[in-house]
């Protein structure tokens, strides 16, 4: 048990246990539950930020601005103190140097973090200066999880004591396949003239080693993967989830699971909202969601899709709240961006967070996938940038003939304009204040607003009085 008596004395606390244990501190290897005991007068808080990507500088000042913001003291009680452990679900860097560096801010801001990594770590360059390149990806996520295990980072499962109830965190390793793809194809001539072998990165710079010389491996040619990847991860849980379920059935608790790639294709777009049609058949694994529903965790924290998801499906959270790179932190990721990491968790679970998409489809669109109906997004889109397309769109009555300014589709979102514009982002990016660990450059505003039509506000509203019964 790693026993921090005194927040001031956590890493001699820490090498206790490396001594009482005799051994280093559990690796990705460990296939054992950790535990980990929160110091008398101590409130816990986790926080959740998947794919920070600090690759890009404008990202990493980000992170560095929402660290800035943490306090380790109530401000309202200055001397009730929080234990702050913080939810990573992949894609923080590809560089071994700049993962470390970038871990070793985080670690310096929270008590306790814990790790799953992403493609993007599974990516076979970035290595220091001076050092063999790794030879395969199997060989970089050893190297970024000899990091992890280097810095007190866990990658393997731990158990919270000291609330109410202990609280199980779980990590699942997932690799995407194609067949867990099961929703219609859009017909041919509405979908772009793209290779995806040459667009995705993955296929490129991830390398398998002895697994891809397998039977039917397929990774890459046509856009198309093998459930290989999916399923070798997928055995690596099972210890994991034996001993996490073990525990739960013999001394209680609630488990809050973690993956990066996503478990259910109701958790991302469908086809025709999207500007790339080979998005699904990159993004999950069929393994995972079996696993995740043997294991039923009170939340499953993801990432990966860059799309932010908050919703419960069949009893279960699911939580996705992605930085994204840049671009995307104008568009789909720009809540996030504003108002900065998810508070999770604080004594009790946070409120179901306002996420776009999440809402539409929850409240005002079921799941259409056999639909050709692209959005106008998509098909104005395509129609830009593959005038070939042009024809065919017009002749199924999709180019949608659009005012020209700077919030052109607003109106095509959920709650329409009135809701979609960017000042209502600015405006509302504080809404659920409570509920983030924001940049310093946020200020907050007055909740709810002053629109009695506000779709964020009602839903905020909604969420914060069931959590408050």
Not at 244 to 267: A, M, N, T
Not at 392 to 410: A, T
Request: hydrophobic share 35%.
């Amino acid at each position: 048990m790693l026993d921090w008596d005194d927040l001031e004395e956590a890493e001699a606390a820490a090498t206790d246990k490396h001594e009482r244990h005799g051994s280093a501190f559990p690796g990705a290897d460990c296939n054992d539950v950790t535990d980990v005991k929160i110091p008398d007068g101590h409130r816990l808080r986790i926080f959740l930020m998947s794919d920070l990507h600090i690759d890009h500088r404008k990202n990493k000042e980000w992170m560095l601005s929402c660290l800035a913001s943490l306090r380790h003291h109530d401000p309202v009680n200055p001397k009730s103190c929080y234990f702050d452990c913080l939810l990573l679900p992949g894609d923080l860097c590809t560089a071994d140097e700049q993962f470390e560096d970038s871990l070793k801010m985080l670690t310096e801001s929270f008590h306790l973090i814990c790790f799953c990594f992403g493609n993007h770590e599974a990516w076979a360059h970035g290595e220091r200066k001076g050092c063999t390149p790794a030879k395969d990806s199997f060989e970089k996520l050893a190297r970024i999880h000899d990091i992890c295990q280097a810095l007190q980072v866990f990658t393997s499962p731990v158990r919270i004591l000291g609330g109410a109830k202990p609280l199980l965190l779980l990590p699942l390793w997932s690799w995407y396949h194609s067949s867990w793809d099961h929703e219609p194809d859009l017909p041919q001539q509405l979908q772009p003239p793209v290779d995806p072998e040459k667009r995705v990165s993955d296929f490129r710079l991830c390398k398998w080693g002895s697994l891809a010389e397998a039977p039917q491996f397929v990774f890459g040619p046509g856009g198309e993967t093998s459930d290989h990847l999916a399923k070798h991860f997928a055995e690596r849980n099972e210890a994991w989830i034996s001993a996490v379920l073990d525990l739960q059935k013999r001394e209680g608790g609630e488990i809050l699971s973690y993956s990066h790639f996503c478990p259910r294709q109701e958790l991302i777009l469908e086809k025709r909202f999207s500007y790339d049609q080979h998005v699904p058949k990159i993004s999950g694994s069929s393994y995972l969601e079996q696993q995740i529903r043997r294991v039923s965790p009170r939340v499953h924290a993801f990432g990966h899709t860059h799309v932010a998801w908050d919703t419960v499906l069949e009893g279960v959270r699911y939580v996705h709240w992605p930085l994204g790179n840049p671009k995307e932190q104008n568009g789909q990721t720009r809540m996030q961006n504003l108002s900065g990491f998810l508070l999770l968790f604080d004594s009790l679970w946070s409120p179901v967070q306002f996420t776009h998409w999440a809402y539409f489809y929850d409240y005002m669109e079921p799941r259409q996938p056999g639909s050709a109906e692209l959005a106008p997004w998509v098909s104005t889109g395509y129609a830009q940038v593959y005038p070939e397309m042009k024809a065919e769109l017009d002749r199924r009555g999709l180019l949608p003939h659009l005012e020209v300014r700077p919030d052109m589709f607003s109106a095509y979102f959920p709650g329409g304009l009135l809701n979609n514009n960017g000042e209502f982002w600015k405006r509302h990016a504080s809404a659920n204040l409570r509920w983030r660990l924001p940049p310093q450059t946020l200020s907050p505003q007055p909740f709810p607003c002053e629109n009695p039509t506000c779709i964020l506000c009602g839903f905020t509203r909604k969420q914060e009085e069931g959590a408050s019964r």
